[in-house]
């Protein structure tokens, strides 16, 4: 009998980005966050049914939340469904929280959730402490995007 040479086709596990996040705002740092999530929410993020259009990081009591994130109901699990759009708790060390909220109250920057992922089997989020843009500068970035592929089509054809 001959060898199979093709490898199995393995399920990989999806991330989900927020690309919105990175026009509206500037990012200045970010870090990573694990999140505490039940089974139907783990298995729902594994096959990319998720969304951070609208979410957006919260201290309180001195905890960080993962407000309006939006995880789509697993469509298998049928006793225990989750909430599509509950406050989920992420886990950091308290020091760090500390310092994210003091930044966050201090200069006016908002904390914003970049993109969900998996590490080492588990969800991680990655949060940014980000500043917004005023549309003057969306613009700007804009009309540069723009100028940056006229450049590229024209060298492109310059070389055909």
Do not use: W
Request: aromatic residues 6%; proline residues 2%; charged residues 35%.
């Amino acid at each position: 009998m001959a060898k199979q040479t093709g490898k199995k086709a393995s399920a990989e596990p999806h991330s989900i980005q927020n690309r919105r996040a990175r026009f509206d705002y500037n990012i200045l740092e970010s870090h990573e966050a694990g999140i505490a999530l039940l089974g139907s929410e783990v298995k729902s993020l594994y096959l990319g049914k998720g969304h951070l259009n609208d979410a957006f990081c919260r201290v309180l009591n001195g905890e960080l939340f993962l407000v309006n994130a939006d995880i789509e109901p697993y469509e298998k699990a049928n006793v225990f469904q989750h909430e599509r759009r509950r406050d989920r708790k992420l886990l950091m060390h308290r020091k760090e929280i500390n310092t994210l909220d003091r930044k966050s109250m201090e200069k006016g920057l908002s904390l914003i959730p970049l993109a969900l992922y998996f590490k080492n089997g588990k969800v991680k989020v990655n949060i940014g402490l980000g500043k917004g843009k005023a549309l003057y500068d969306k613009r700007d970035k804009i009309a540069q995007d723009d100028e940056r592929r006229e450049v590229e089509r024209i060298r492109a054809h310059k070389f055909e």
